[in-house]
């Protein structure tokens, strides 16, 4: 079974940045779009950022544009998510993901794999 393995979550001061990681278990998800996800309080599960198999297409959700970068490693089987000037409303649980079809990703919000989460607090 493939794994997806979430880190650099934390808690960083409104303005701050961070960097969260996805590690994936197995090779053939270099075939794969790869997404990432957050769930806050109270709040459904949304999309963030996409990236195709490549790197050379991606999207985002409009309130993090210009703020996150999404981009992967094939080479290492990572997938990455910077995120500048950090706002209170960007904390939650993020979410790596893995789907074939970006557009699965990005508009319908599923997957053929998900991490089980990292925990984003950012304090006022």
């Known amino acids: 079974q493939v794994q997806l393995v ?8 409104a303005g701050g940045s961070l960097r969260l990681s996805c590690a994936a278990s197995e090779r053939t998800l270099r075939n794969y779009a790869m997404g990432w996800f957050r769930q806050g309080p109270g709040k459904e599960r949304e999309f963030v950022a996409a990236i195709n198999w490549s790197g050379g297409l ?41 789907h074939r079809d970006i557009l699965a990703l990005k508009d319908r919000n599923v997957a053929s794999r998900w991490g089980q989460g990292t925990q984003l607090t950012v304090s006022s």
Request: aromatic fraction near 10%; charge should be neutral.
């Open 58 to 98: 991606t999207y985002y959700t409009e309130s993090v544009k210009g703020r996150f970068t999404i981009s992967r490693d094939n080479a290492k089987n990572t997938v990455s998510l910077q995120m500048n000037g950090l706002k209170p409303e960007d904390t939650a649980v993020y979410y790596c993901a893995a």
């Open 6 to 13: 979430e880190s650099g979550g934390g808690l960083v001061q």
